[in-house]
């Protein structure tokens, strides 16, 4: 697999939900309903776009937000692309230290 992507949705309550894939190749409907779209491959963003509004097209900084919370899926997706990893994750007294 290469890309890791990720789609909001908004509910008829209000309420947005978040639905997540992994894929080998990007289709049409990928690049029109995806929120995010990151290559594994090539390590860039394909596709940062929350609300209509795009943000930082940072890899590095979206991956570190989405490791939080997809951290397997994004560690194997490094692996079976050839990438070895040496994430070390902060502790909440490091991230909230601006010295560090």
Do not use: C, W
């Not at 639905?19 to 394909?46: C, G, P, Y």
């Not at 930082?56 to 570190?64: L, M, Q, Y």
């Amino acid at each position: 697999m290469r890309y890791l992507i990720i789609t909001y949705y908004r509910k008829a309550t209000g309420q947005i939900d978040e639905a997540t894939a992994v894929a080998k190749n990007l289709k049409m409907r990928d690049h029109q309903t995806a929120s995010v779209i990151l290559d594994f491959k090539k390590l860039q963003v394909v596709k940062a776009q929350l609300n209509g509004a795009s943000v930082p097209r940072d890899f590095n900084r979206i991956v570190e937000y989405y490791m939080q919370h997809y951290k397997s899926t994004i560690e194997r997706l490094f692996k079976e692309n050839g990438y070895e990893i040496d994430y070390k994750e902060k502790s909440l007294e490091e991230a909230n230290d601006p010295a560090s």
